[in-house]
């Protein structure tokens, strides 16, 4: 299994935010999250990259076997943990070129690689840049500094991309994307997926589900994943609305048979 | 009054054992020693000078120009002059010191080692016929109406007293005249190199620089002044220099103060910008223990342009002040200003940046931005812009920020595989590059990157990545 995760607790300021999560994905396996605002889905995002903010109370995470709660952001990073941000940070100052550059220098390093050629990594880049249809302006810009919504989110795809992760977790990457940009985000990621790599796919809708579509679909409500299901879930909810799913939750708190 | 008189108010003030009296020590000497090689003229405003330092004082921190700036360890010091009518006489770098400092894409150099001009590492050979460049002595023998038409006539010595203090002991410094309408294509250094030697009683050194740059119309060049001296010596370094930008002259001036962080240095700087001129300053200031830069700029001309760039990048317990002081006198003048300031340990910094917009400079337009960022909890900024604006159709700007690095940032660096330290560098790097990304002399930027890759932990990450 390359990610487990047990019992998780996990609060911010004294507040429990997540209260209980398990999951279990493997390599070549698409997951998806789904929950209403304040669910805690961004919380998991942030927890399995290492926030420090976020406290984890009670449970663990395993990632290819080993305590992830132990490693340092960067060290999961160069283990093959990547996170698309749902707020991507402006960087003024540092360009996406220099940043990408380091943080794959980085990866490469730790795994014993030397430093990137400069061509190849401008050929590496270009290639992938075509991936998510960006620009090349956008290259020597500081990273997302005065990018559109649609760019930010498309730069992460991009930075996905160029360093190739075992386990990519997509935090509402699809939150505010037009149609066109969706399918640019969708076909970007669909294009990354393989056997030896894995996506937790976090989202507020359905919609980018009908692009990337999911081998699991869990339903995340006040920090319990309340059922859990295949790709048909996420249309059942689009359908009936969280409304259904906190019932659900409602109906499990009272001790009655789930999903009757 | 006469030398002798005024030899005789030195001994009585220094018999009077203040703070000021060593300081006075050695200007009967220094006169004597000029004798016959300036005009009385000259003579006269170094008497001043003095005088005037001797009614001023040490500047204490209940005045408001020196509110948060203590000079003590400078009042409390016993310093020696090195030059003429002075015990040491002169004295020469060791081997192999001064060379680190030079820039090898200037066209010449001008070295004085403790103040004192140093021939044997200067080379003037590149310099095109017509522009001057020598040291402020050799200047008031050859070229006395070229100098008394603007020495001291800019910086004022009235209220400011290490100009007073600089202005009694002027005897050396660079001298610089481009003539109307030459174009100098190679920037032109002068290096002020501190031995950090002591006299015989192990008294550190003091130096006061004496520096004027004359550029006539529509002249062109670029300067590079560096201060500097070799790690954790202790000594005092007093300049003062006068810039004159005659009509459509075009200066890029770059000061690099890089002194040892057991030095201080109290710096005045006055521009005097003539119609239709264009100047740009580049003041990067890295060492020094107690630092002050006062830069005056005057736009007395329509039309000029200033741009006063600057860096400031302390730690341990260095302290640096900067008070900008730019007066608009006339109309269609625009100013630029952008300092930004990089504070870890227990360093301090002052930015005091006045605009100063006359009654008739209409069109006016002035920028100004000090921005500072503090590595540690215990560095402390002061930073205050003033504007006094005495005329009514003119756009000015002023804004001051004093941050920390973006934990959010930090956090995007980290989760993408860039290790803590390195993401933190990378960020201060980024903080800096929007003023090193501005100088021109390639030389100098390259220098400042390495600087920034040497002094940032894990910097050989962000030299990989830049």
Redesign the interface.
């Known amino acids: 299994m390359l990610l487990e995760i047990q019992n998780l607790h996990v609060s911010v300021d004294g507040n429990e935010i997540l209260k209980g999560v398990d999951l279990a994905l493997d390599r070549g396996e698409v997951h998806a999250i789904m929950g209403p605002n304040g669910s805690g889905k961004s919380t998991l995002a942030q927890v399995l ?4 903010e976020y406290e984890v109370t009670e449970g663990r995470i395993l990632y290819d076997g080993e305590d992830l709660l132990e490693m ?3 060290e ?3 283990e093959g943990i ?2 698309a ?1 749902q707020y ?2 402006e ?5 996406n070129t ?10 490469r390093k ?1 795994r014993g690689e030397p ?1 990137i050629d400069a061509m190849d990594f401008l050929a590496l880049v270009r290639e992938k840049m075509k991936l998510v249809k960006m620009e090349e302006t956008l290259l020597n810009r ?1 990273v997302n500094e005065g990018f559109s919504g649609g760019e930010k989110k498309r730069n992460e795809i991009f ?1 996905m991309s160029v ?1 190739d992760p075992t386990l990519a977790v997509l935090d509402e990457t699809d939150s505010g994307l037009d149609i066109d940009a969706l399918r640019i985000v969708a076909d970007g990621v669909s294009s990354l997926r393989g056997p030896e790599r894995a996506f937790l796919v976090i989202t507020h809708y359905q919609r980018i589900l009908n692009y990337i579509v999911p081998d699991r679909v869990h339903v995340l409500v006040d920090g319990r994943i309340v059922q859990s299901g295949g790709p048909e879930l996420a249309e059942e909810l689009e359908v009936k609305g969280y409304g259904w799913a906190e019932e659900h939750l409602a109906a499990q708190a009272a001790g009655a048979p789930a999903g009757a | 009054m006469g030398a002798d008189a005024m030899a005789a108010v030195t001994e009585e003030i220094r018999k009077s054992e203040t703070p000021e009296s060593s300081f006075l020590a050695g200007y009967g000497e220094l006169e004597r020693a000029r004798a016959g090689r300036e005009s009385e003229a000259v003579a006269k405003l170094r008497r001043r000078g003095i005088e005037r330092f001797a009614e001023l004082g040490f500047p204490s921190m209940r005045q408001e120009e020196w509110r948060f700036t203590n000079v003590a360890p400078i009042a409390k010091g016993d310093f020696h002059r090195v030059g003429p009518g002075t015990e040491v006489g002169t004295r020469t770098a060791p081997e192999g010191a001064v060379e680190p400092w030079l820039i090898e894409s200037a066209g010449t150099h001008l070295v004085f080692v403790d103040g004192q001009l140093a021939p044997e590492h200067s080379d003037l050979a590149g310099l095109p016929p017509g522009t001057v460049l020598s040291g402020l002595g050799d200047a008031l023998l050859e070229h006395p109406e070229l100098v008394e038409a603007h020495l001291a006539r800019h910086a004022s010595f009235e209220a400011h007293p290490f100009v007073a203090l600089n202005t009694g002991h002027m005897a050396e410094g660079a001298f610089l005249f481009v003539p109307p309408r030459a174009l100098v294509t190679e920037p032109i250094h002068v290096l002020y190199y501190s031995t950090g030697a002591t006299d015989a009683q192990g008294r550190p050194a003091v130096a006061y620089p004496r520096n004027l740059m004359i550029l006539g119309e529509a002249a062109q060049a670029t300067l590079v002044e560096t201060y500097a001296g070799p790690e954790g010596v202790e000594y005092f370094n007093c300049p003062v220099t006068e810039i004159v930008c005659g009509p459509a002259a075009v200066l890029d001036h770059y000061k690099m103060q890089q002194e040892s962080t057991g030095a201080f240095h109290m710096a005045t700087f006055q521009l005097h910008q003539e119609r239709g001129s264009s100047y740009a300053l580049h003041s990067i200031s890295l060492g020094g223990a107690l630092v002050r830069n006062d830069v005056n700029t005057r736009l007395d001309g329509p039309g000029c342009e200033s741009i006063l760039n600057g860096l400031y990048m302390v730690r341990g317990r260095q302290f640096v002040d900067h008070h900008m002081k730019v007066e608009h006198a006339a109309p269609h003048c625009h100013s630029f200003e952008l300092f930004k300031g990089i504070l870890d340990e227990r360093s301090r910094a002052v930015f005091n940046g006045l605009i100063h917009v006359h009654p008739g400079a209409q069109k006016t337009d002035a920028k100004q931005s000090n921005q500072n960022l503090l590595l540690s909890d215990q560095a402390l900024v002061n930073s205050h812009p003033q504007l006094l604006i005495f005329a009514d159709d003119v756009r000015c700007t002023h804004g001051s920020t004093v941050g920390q690095l ?1 934990d ?2 930090v ?10 330290e ?2 933190r560098s ?2 201060v ?3 800096a ?2 003023i090193v990304g501005r100088i021109k002399v390639s030389e100098l930027r390259r220098d400042l990157e390495e600087f920034l890759f040497t002094r940032l932990p894990k910097g050989e ?2 030299r ?3």
């Open positions: 990259a290492g926030r420090e340092a952001p960067e999961r990073a160069r990547f996170l941000f991507p940070v960087i003024p100052g540092v360009s220099y940043f990408l550059k380091a943080a794959l220098n980085a990866i730790h430093a500081p930075h360093l | 973006d959010d940032a956090f995007y660096l980290r989760s993408r595989g860039i290790g803590d390195a993401a990378l960020l790097y980024a903080f590059s929007d990450v962000v990989q990545a830049v």
